[in-house]
Each structure stands twice: as C-alpha cells, then as structure tokens.
C-alpha cells in the first residue's frame, strides 16, 4: 500500500462528516492489504473512533467494526477493552452477540467473555437464534475456545450450552434420517449355492469356500457382542493411548476451514468476512455460490453447524473434568443416532462416547444409565448387521466396529472388583426390574468367571423371560416396557443379553448350513400334476364351494401323506364308493396355498410349486403337518427350503410359532433361535415373542429349547 494512507485514513476517522467515505475505502483496502492496513491504522489511534461507529445510532457501520476487529490484530488489540466490553453488554443494539463473539480469538479476550458473563450471554442467543448464519459465527467463536481449558470447562458447565447441541443434534437427525434398508446379497448367495453343489471346478471352488467363509466371518458376532478384553484396564491403555486432541485436529467441512487461524483462509469460508456485501468479491466465490441453490446451501450450514457442535463436544470430552457435565442419557443418545442414523456421519464423534467408556470415576453412573444397552441397540446392532448375508455395508460396519470398542473399553472398567461390587449390590433389590437389569449387564460386560459365578445372573435372566411371558397381560406390561425413553424392549434386553452367550464357532456352523433357495426357473422341474401318468386314479380337490382347487394322481399322494394314505388305502366310505373327492375347510387356508401343498405333495419340481413368501411357508408347515407329510415338511424346512430363506427378523413373529410346533427338520430350531438372538431387532423380537406368548405350552417350549440351544452353543458353562 502507498506511503502511509492508512494512518492518515484513521486519523480521519475522527471527522464524523468524512466518515462515510473514509469507511468505503477502508473496507476496499481490507479486502487487499489487511496486514499493512491492520499496521497503519494501529498506529494511528483511531480505536476509539472505531469503538464509537459500532454505537453510533445507524447501524451501517457496526458489520465494517466487527470484519476490521475480527481480521485484525494491532488494531483488535487496542480495542480489547473491559470498557468496550462492559459497554457491548448493557447496550441493546441487536449486532452486540456478533461483536462479543469476536472477541473469542484471543486469549484475553476469551478470558473477559468467561470472567465478565458475556461468554453465557452469547450461548443464550446462540441458543435462542434460528438465524443459520448468527448461529455458524457463533459455532466459529466457540471454536476457538478450543485453546482455552477454562473456557471449555465454563462451556461444558453451562447448561443451557449442552442442552442446545442436544436439541440441535437431534433435530438434525430428524430432519436427515438416513437409515440403511439392509438387503440380501444376491450374487453372494448365488455363489454360496454354487460351492454347495460342487457344479464348479475343484479349484475354482476352494478358492469361493474361502471368500465365502471370509465373508461370513462378519456375522460370528453375537447380536450383543464385542471381543471380550484380554487385558488389564491400565495395559489396554498403553497399547491404544487415548486420544488426545492436537490444535490441527478438525473436521473436514466447511466449519473446518472457517476455524482456520489466518484471515485468508476465513475468507474462502463462512468466515465474517463473507459478510463484506457491498465490497466487491472474488469471481471465483459468485460462481461457486451461483451453482448452489438455496435449499442446497441451507442444507450445508446446517450440517456445518451440527457437525460443528459435535466437533465441540468432541472436544469437551477430552478433558476429565467436563466428563460429569457431559454423561447424560440425552447426551449419549444424541451421539449414537447421530452416528447410526445420518448419512456419512463424522465417525470420529465416537469419542465423545469412548472418552465417558474409559473414565472409572463414572462407571456406576453409566451402569445406571445403562449405558451398555445404548451402545448394543444403538450401533453394536445397527441395520445391515442383523440381516443374514446382507450386502456388505461400510456404514453399519463401521458402527458395531466402534460400538464394539467402547464396549471393550467400558467393560475394562466394570469387569473388576470396584465396577462389579456395584452390580452385585443390585442383585439384593426387591424390585425384579432392578435384578434383571443388573444381571442383563452381569452377562454383557463381566466375562471373568470368579465374578460372574457370584450372583445367579443367568438364573435370574431366564427367571424373568418366564415371568414376563408367562401370560399375555404380563408380556404387555413388563415385557413391552422400556427401562429408558426409546429405548429397546424389557424383554428383548433379556434375549439380546442371552445372545452374547453363544459362541462365534456355533454361529457360523449354523450360517454354513443355510443355503439359499431358488425358487424352480419357468421350463423346469416336472409336474405329475399337468402331465399324469396315463391311467393312473385321480384324487380331485375342491373348496367348499365345490370349485376345483387341482387334480392330482391318487398314488403320489397316498405316497406322500400318512393321512391321505390312511383314508384311501383302508375301508374307508371314500374307496368303497369310489369317491375322488377332497373337500378343503377354506378357514385352514387360501386355495392358492392349498394348490401349492398339492402340487408339492405330488413332488411337483416346476414352477408350480413355488414358494413366495413366509407366510406362504406357515401354512404349508401347517398343512403338511395336518395331513402327516413328512417329506414337504422336510423340503420346505432343510438347507435348500424356503422356510430359511424367508426366515429373518421381520417374518420371525410368523415363524416362530410354526418352528416351535413343528419337527420338519432337526437343524430348523436351532436357525430359527440363531434369527431371535442374532438376526432380530429388538422390534422384531418383541413381536415374534408376543405371537407365542399366548399359548403356555409354547412357552415351555420355548424356554426350554432356547435354555438347551444355549447350552449347547454358549461360551460359558450354564
Ligand atoms: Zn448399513
Ligand atoms: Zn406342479
């Protein structure tokens, strides 16, 4: 810049009628010298004309006193003042929250905004405002308290300042909820049933074994599990040191940029500077904001201002004197649904959560907030995870990863004498809710035995599954409760807990003998039904309103159905009289389903016999089990059946029933107790339980089968 305009400017700026133009210049100077203009006008004392324009009574320079203040800094110094201070805060001009939040760029003046309450007035506007823009200056001037512990302690007390990322993180993920829809991998499972049936070239089918079990390998965790911690608390420690936060640490966005340090990188951003309307801007930045509409563009600032709000909260929870401001149930929510639910989340806010996981002092607290459980449901569990041969999924992955390590982390502190002691003292309650939940994280988080063997967990579990299901008023009471706000089930905590009990070797035995079925391709297979035998007795089927349902061959069915066999093949009315009709009760089933068990019952192998959908299976389960047909039962229920391909969380409360009932095949129970406690949500786990518990003996049953499922599947003894 030429000689010395900028002292001469400000010494200008003391003659009120010059001012306007003087300020014109400035503001173009500022766009390009700002360092040599910072140097100049600092030397021409002008702090105190600057102060005076913001209180001036028009309010057209108060936005040029705030880009000169928060770009600068012999001039910023000069006017880092208690006095002006003092001054912005017993005024009432609406830019004085934009004016005390530039105060926050340097240490004194971060200092006067904690020490002087303006810090707790900016977070109340901050709180207040739905201006998108106010709210990311501001989110920018809590940044950089980053530098100061002080003030970052003074923030994570502030509770109005907690409560809003809350809220706002919340909202965020209403608005933006991007859930997967997990889905099978078709191609995966097509190469699954090809290994199987050895159509393929003995290399080229050792190699697909591998990727196959490769892939599975995924799914060997229980719904519930994490790796159980080999080491000591303080030994984990030292081989993953904590995080500890660097001053270059930060998010790659938008906010990124806007906390950089220099004026130039702010300029680029949503810096203050931004906000230089009436100078002219680079050519670059009107084309960039050109090609973004305004929908788009709200739509980053809002995800800017969120993901700015969690960068904070990462940031709090380094430090182990805000940790008691910070765990709260609200708090813990807001960052799993933030994680599990929005698209392409910022994995690193996990630490918000891992930091509480490692802290001892709290571990009776989390225990009581169940903390455990949140983790499990929220990410541990999360969508594409509980689909059997789903399409592999980063996201979800990436979720049950970190789920797990906080876990690892947590259970560290509990399985030890100081977090156990606290469980243990839960078991002597009165109140059964109480000893279920505490036996519930006896089972998640204490794997070492000496402990575990102390109190009855494992009794206490299977105690309370009877109970809550011993009745269908007490399953929709108990059962269907929840211990926290949207949290999962009563009783599906009781099945997830019992999950983590079996062992990763009986999760993939089970998963390896489950194929795929393919239902037959039009122009294959044989049917006895559109081509019989010439000669052959036919048996004619029809509704009770005497329509015909099919014609099949008297022999095959007599073959294949003890019941049909008994009533055609002995004295019955029927032979004597060479009667060859069947009438169906049609409240037992559609005749489209009856259709399909006859054609399945005459061995039919084509399209006709096609199976569509879990419900289908039931009633053909049903049906063959009516009329004693031992080989549909099989077909429909081994590897290669429908049944377990149809079978999964969502058909589970239709399946199960049938599976209890039924001996189709010996493996079919075992799979479908591996989908309650391994491929269910707890929604879906919830329901199938409600679909049985009306019945008693089906109850028994239950129990029963799933006390020996666990016994024979369990990592630990029962
Ligand atoms: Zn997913
Ligand atoms: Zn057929």
Same mark, same amino acid.
């Given at each position: 810049m030429l ?20 300020v ?5 100077l500022?766009?390009?010298h ?13 702090s ?8 001036e ?8 006193v705030?880009?000169?203040?928060s ?24 830019e ?6 530039a105060?926050s760029?340097?240490?004194w003046?971060?200092?006067k ?20 823009e106010?709210k ?16 970052m ?5 502030n509770?109005?300042f ?25 191609e ?8 199987d ?6 290399e ?13 390998h ?44 220099s004026?130039?990188?702010r300029r ?5 500077l ?5 100078v002219e801007s680079?050519?670059?930045e009107?084309k960039?904001?050109?090609?973004e509409t305004?929908?788009?563009k709200?739509?980053?600032q809002?995800?800017s ?20 401001f910070?765990?709260r ?9 933030y ?7 910022d994995?690193r ?8 996981a490692t ?18 449901t929220g ?7 509980m ?14 990863e ?15 004498s100081?977090?156990d002691? #606290? ?7 009165? !109140? @059964? $809710?109480?000893? *279920?939940? &505490?036996a519930?994280?006896?089972?998640v988080?204490?794997?070492?035995r ?13 105690d ?11 399953f929709?009471?108990i ?18 807990a ?9 999760i993939?035995?089970?998963c ?13 297979g044989?049917c006895l039904?559109e081509?019989?035998?010439p ?13 015909e349902?099919?014609?099949?061959p ?7 159905? #003890?019941y049909f066999?008994g009533?055609?093949?002995? !004295? @019955? $009315?029927e032979? *004597?009289e &060479?009667?060859?009709?069947?009438q ?6 559609s ?6 068990f ?6 039919c ?15 053909l389960l049903?049906?063959s ?12 229920c081994?590897?290669y ?9 969502p ?12 001996s ?6 075992d ?6 406690v ?37 990592n630990?003894?029962?």
């Amino acid at each position: 810049m030429l000689s010395n305009g900028g002292f001469y400017l400000g010494k200008l700026l003391s003659n009120v009628d010059r001012r306007e133009e003087v300020v014109k210049i400035l503001k173009v100077l500022m766009k390009r010298h700002m360092n040599v203009l910072d140097r100049q006008l600092s030397r021409s004392e002008c702090s105190e004309q600057v102060i005076a324009m913001f209180f001036e009574k028009s309010n057209k320079n108060r936005q040029f006193v705030i880009d000169l203040f928060s770009n600068s800094i012999g001039i910023r110094e000069q006017m880092e003042t208690e006095g002006f201070i003092d001054q912005l805060l017993s005024s009432a001009i609406p830019e004085k929250n934009k004016m005390l939040a530039a105060f926050s760029q340097t240490a004194w003046g971060r200092a006067k905004l904690r020490t002087s309450g303006a810090l707790d007035v900016v977070v109340d506007v901050f709180s207040s405002s739905t201006e998108i823009e106010e709210k990311l200056s501001f989110i920018a001037a809590f940044r950089h308290f980053v530098h100061d512990t002080a003030g970052m302690r003074h923030l994570s007390e502030n509770l109005v300042f907690v409560n809003t990322v809350v809220r706002d993180i919340n909202k965020y993920v209403e608005e933006y909820r991007n859930e997967c829809v997990p889905s099978v991998d078709m191609e995966f499972v097509t190469k699954l049933r090809a290994v199987d049936s050895e159509t393929l070239e003995n290399e080229q089918a050792m190699a697909l074994v591998e990727e196959t079990v490769d892939r599975l390998h995924k799914d060997f965790y229980s719904m519930w599990s994490y790796d159980t911690p080999q080491t000591s608390p303080r030994r984990a420690h030292s081989m993953s040191p904590p995080y500890s936060p660097s001053p270059n640490y930060s998010f790659p966005s938008s906010v990124a940029s806007s906390a950089g340090s220099s004026p130039a990188a702010r300029r680029t951003s949503e810096g203050i500077l931004d906000e230089l309307s009436d100078v002219e801007s680079d050519h670059e930045e009107e084309k960039k904001e050109e090609k973004e509409t305004i929908e788009e563009k709200r739509k980053r600032q809002e995800k800017s201002i969120v993901e700015g709000e969690l960068w904070l909260l990462t940031w709090l929870a380094q430090d182990d004197h805000n940790l008691q401001f910070l765990i709260r149930d609200d708090v813990v929510d807001c960052v799993v649904s933030y994680l599990r639910s929005t698209r392409d989340p910022d994995f690193r806010t996990y630490r918000v959560l891992r930091r509480m996981a490692t802290h001892r002092t709290h571990v009776y607290r989390l225990l009581d907030l169940e903390f455990h459980v949140r983790i499990l449901t929220g990410l541990c569990a999360a969508p594409c995870r509980m689909l059997k041969y789903a399409v592999p999924c980063k996201h979800c992955d990436k979720c049950a990863e970190h789920g797990r390590e906080i876990l690892r982390e947590f259970a560290s502190h509990v399985d030890n004498s100081y977090g156990d002691a #606290h469980i243990n003292s839960q078991f002597t309650k009165d !109140d @059964f $809710v109480h000893r *279920t939940k &505490a036996a519930i994280a006896k089972i998640v988080l204490v794997k070492e035995r000496i402990r575990l063997a102390k109190v009855p967990a494992l009794t206490e579990l299977f105690d309370a599954l009877s109970h809550v299901m011993s009745s269908p008023e007490n399953f929709k009471e108990i059962g269907k409760m929840t211990t926290y706000e949207n949290g999962p089930s009563f009783v599906s905590q009781i099945i997830g807990a019992l999950s983590i009990l079996i062992s990763g070797q009986k999760i993939k035995e089970l998963c390896l003998n489950d194929m795929w079925y393919f239902p037959p391709k039009p122009g294959t297979g044989q049917c006895l039904l559109e081509a019989p035998p010439p000669g052959e007795e036919l048996l004619r089927f029809i509704d009770d309103a005497d329509s015909e349902i099919a014609v099949a061959p008297m022999k095959t069915v007599c073959e294949n159905s #003890h019941y049909f066999e008994g009533m055609y093949s002995s !004295d @019955f $009315v029927e032979k *004597t009289e &060479a009667v060859r009709t069947f009438q169906v009760q049609s409240e037992s089933c559609s005749p489209e389903d009856f259709r399909i068990f006859i054609h399945l019952l005459s061995t039919c192998t084509a399209t006709c016999s096609t199976v569509s959908s879990a419900e289908q299976c039931a009633t053909l389960l049903a049906l063959s089990d009516q009329f004693l047909c031992p080989d549909v039962s099989e077909r429909l229920c081994n590897i290669y059946g429908p049944l377990r391909t149809y079978l999964n969380g969502p058909s589970l409360h239709t399946l199960l029933p049938v599976a209890l009932a039924t001996s189709g095949h010996p493996t079919l129970l075992d799979t479908v107790l591996l989908t309650l406690v391994r491929f269910s949500s707890s929604e879906n786990v919830t329901a199938a339980l409600e679909a049985i518990c009306e019945n008693s003996t089906v109850v028994n049953t239950f129990i029963t089968s799933l006390r020996a499922f666990l016994t024979r599947s369990a990592n630990i003894d029962m």
